[in-house]
């Protein structure tokens, strides 16, 4: 059995809108782009197999009984979307309510990222102006530089109270 070409162009344009939507800042476009995706995928699921009787043993010969696992994992699937937007919807609207609106903001490790992205560097370079794990960031993304020696010396009081502890 061939898929129809209506519903592989549907399926198509489910999965590029979905991904579309999963790639903005917006939680509730995310929301949307997790809908548009589980839908894309149950229809893929149900386009393939070919039709036939009922798989109910006693009414239909087995060699034209239709497959029932792809209608099985379009229910599963269908649980499995309806308890991500679920977790989506309590996410937006938390983030809303805290926030007032419901963007995901940039963290520090995405602007440090960005940073070494615009140098062309990599994050496995081993440039002296990188910062180390122990290495603290400023609000700017950038590595402070008090931070090693701070970081240190908590270190060398830490080492000195428990040597007279003991």
Do not use: C
């Amino acid at each position: 059995m061939t898929p129809n070409l209506t519903y592989i162009v549907v399926v198509g344009v489910l999965f590029a809108a979905g991904v579309t939507l999963l790639l903005e800042r917006s939680l509730t476009r995310v929301l949307m782009g997790v809908i548009l995706l589980g839908n894309g995928a149950n229809l893929l699921l149900l386009t393939g197999g070919r039709a036939g009787g009922p798989p109910i043993v006693g009414t239909t010969d087995a060699g034209e009984m239709s497959d029932p696992l792809p209608q099985a994992m379009v229910l599963t699937a269908i649980v499995i979307t309806l308890g991500m937007t679920a977790f989506l919807l309590a996410l937006s609207y938390r983030s809303w309510h805290l926030n007032g609106h419901d963007e995901v903001q940039d963290d520090v490790e995405d602007r440090r990222i960005m940073d070494l992205a615009d140098r062309d560097e990599g994050p496995g370079t081993d440039d002296a102006d990188q910062p180390d794990s122990d290495d603290q960031l400023d609000p700017d993304g950038r590595p402070d530089p008090d931070s090693r020696r701070s970081s240190a010396a908590s270190v060398a009081a830490a080492a000195g109270e428990r040597g007279r502890d003991a």
